[in-house]
């Protein structure tokens, strides 16, 4: 079993930058893919962004050119580095793991998220106008 720990969410003003961190403990294969989603209350939740064991990334549109996602596999760690946020990417943030064997940058590119199967508690970031 995995347990994910998310660390980082806070409030900051538009333009503001904030930094997530997520640490894995756990049987922690390294086919793993990491990657972060988010929900705004009443809403489905999304996934934002998704790395695989070789650094391939993939990103949601709404936040290309503005997110990061890094990782430091020996540490089972990932980060998803936030810039120029808005009002619009307040929302509870989770970090994921997806444990498929076919999970990919390029994989996420084409099909999307919706293989993240492990989630942490949560943080939250709100963003001001």
């Known amino acids: 079993q995995e347990y994910l720990t998310e660390t980082g969410g806070g409030s900051v003003q538009s333009g503001g930058s904030l930094r997530l961190s997520c640490v894995a403990s756990g049987t922690i294969y390294k086919s793993y893919c990491f990657g972060w989603s988010r929900q705004v209350p009443g809403k489905e939740r999304e996934g934002v962004a998704g790395i695989d064991i070789d650094g391939n990334t993939a990103y949601a549109d709404a936040v290309k050119g503005r997110f990061t996602i890094s990782q430091d596999r020996s540490k089972n760690t990932w980060y998803l580095e936030m810039n120029d946020l808005k009002p619009e990417d307040t929302a509870i943030y989770y970090c994921?793991?997806?444990?498929?064997?076919?999970?990919?940058?390029?994989?996420?590119?084409?099909?999307?998220?919706?293989?993240?199967?492990?989630w942490g508690q949560g943080t939250q970031v709100a963003v001001s106008s």
């Open positions: 994921a793991l997806d444990r498929t064997s076919f999970c990919s940058g390029v994989y996420y590119r084409t099909h999307g998220f919706s293989d993240f199967g492990v």
